[in-house]
């Protein structure tokens, strides 16, 4: 279900699906106060996090939040696909395939991958 939000631009009522403003035309009127701060959740934790703020914060359910978290992926381009993937699995105490993903996406050698990952520790 679609909740009702401010226009970042005009103010005017606007749905957090769509687009541009009714109003004013504002592409993604949404406020960027929340995609900044969704932003720097998913810069110091996982996208579960993300998920989970925009769940408990907005009502949303799970799959429009996920949507949402990865649009803020593609707008602010904290990191790279494979060193995000690669920090999660980390995280989640699974080394091996964080180093692997590291060589894959990075084209790093062995070590250089694991000296990486353990970096992040």
Known sequence: MATLGRCRCCD????????FCPHCGQP???PESLK?????????SDSQEGVAFL???????????ALYVERIYREFP??????????EEARAGKKINAIKRVREGAGLGL???K???????
């Open 12 to 19: 005017g009522g606007v749905s957090d699906e769509a687009c």
């Open 28 to 30: 993604d009127p949404h």
């Open 36 to 44: 900044v701060h969704v932003a720097e959740i998913l810069g110091r």
């Open 55 to 65: 769940a408990e914060k907005l009502g949303w359910g799970l799959e429009k939040a």
């Open 78 to 87: 904290l990191q790279p696909r494979w060193e995000r993937l690669a920090r």
């Open 111 to 113: 070590k250089e991958a």
């Open 115 to 121: 000296d990486l990952v353990e970096s992040w520790e």
